[in-house]
């Protein structure tokens, strides 16, 4: 499947910052289906971003819920 962004899919940088901005704009963590909104990207793609943020220890995600990331660093 080919990226709908022109420069490509997104790293793991930008969903982290994305989410970062949210999370200072609203008070509360972003859904998935806002981050594939806000990055103009596929739902696979942001989860792999925040699993490799969770791996990285950059993100901790408590539970399945849609609001359970919590920016570590």
Known sequence: MKARRVDGAPRPDEVYAEIRAHIERWNQ????????????????????????????KRLSRYSKAP???KVLK
């Open 67 to 69: 609001r359970a990331l």
């Open 29 to 56: 963590a972003p859904t998935v289906t806002e981050l594939t909104d806000a990055l103009d990207c596929g739902r696979s793609t942001i989860q792999r971003a925040i699993a490799t943020l969770v791996a990285e």
